[in-house]
């Protein structure tokens, strides 16, 4: 039986991703640094049916040695860990970079940016090891290259996550290429994300240009994971790319727009 790995994965996108593994008869290791999260996350698996075991660990991506606790941890518990998905992620208080707390501008790039390479330093040995397994980054604004006030430092750290992503890629092809690395590019999804800052910390204010913008681009996470897992389940490449918001999905999704059809998340 194969097993997943995803940080961050107490709720959002990562649970659903994760709930759609254990339906596909996967082990699943829940990991996330919120406790009371992970303890709902754990319930809401038990009322699913799967021959899949479920794990799960307190873990902030931040900390290395707890990073290596939990795999040493999690291999002893099943064979293999065959796909780890590096989601943990928070979003930046909507301010312009001189305006940011420095604690918080540390703290995210230690968390989207840092927490991606120390998970990613950790789990391809293994990997190489078993000469097998797949390892997924989750990329968001910024990895594309698009500026906005207020973003700037997330932007910063998914840019470089896209670069590491490509940049481990071809150090995994040049070693054997028994490792498949790829990005994945959840588009906007309706979560705690889009409304709160550095994880669980203050709201941001969204204005009514933003709103009807997810209105008519966002899709709740659960669409996405269905069509992210079914991508990874089946990928046997390294360096792919997993886009759901395409441009011509987002095009489609402005024409309709024109004739009053969307969603209305924030009416
Ligand atoms: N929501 C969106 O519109 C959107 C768009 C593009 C990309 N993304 C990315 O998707 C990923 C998941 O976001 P989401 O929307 O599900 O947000 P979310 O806030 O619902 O989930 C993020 C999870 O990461 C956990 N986390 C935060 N810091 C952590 C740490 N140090 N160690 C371990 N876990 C930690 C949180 O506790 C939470 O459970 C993030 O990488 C985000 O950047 C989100």
Sequence with gaps: MKTV??????????YAMIERFYQNNYNVVLCDI?????????????????????????????????????????????DTIDIWVNNAGVNQPMKAIWDLDSKDINRLID????????????????????????IYNVEGYGSNDATMLGLSIYGTSKRAVTYFTEALSKESHDCGNYVCIGKIT?????????????????KIQLDEKTKNVYNILGDYPEVIAEYMVNKMINNKKNGVKFAWLT???AMGRFFKAMFGIKNHYFD
């Design 5 to 14: 790995v995803i940080t961050g994965s107490a709720r959002g996108f990562g």
């Design 34 to 78: 919120n406790h009371e999260e992970l303890e709902k996350a754990k319930n809401k698996l038990d009322g699913i049916s799967s021959s899949g075991k479920v794990l799960s660990y307190i873990l902030d991506v931040t900390k290395e040695e707890e990073i290596q606790e939990m795999i040493s941890n999690i291999l002893n518990e099943v």
């Design 111 to 134: 968390i989207d940016l840092k927490g991606t390479i120390l998970c990613s330093k950790h789990i391809m040995p293994v990997m190489l090891k078993q000469k097998s397994g797949a």
């Design 186 to 202: 959840p588009g906007i999804m309706i979560t705690n994300f889009i409304g709160t800052s550095m994880g669980d910390g203050e």
């Design 247 to 249: 441009t011509s999905r």
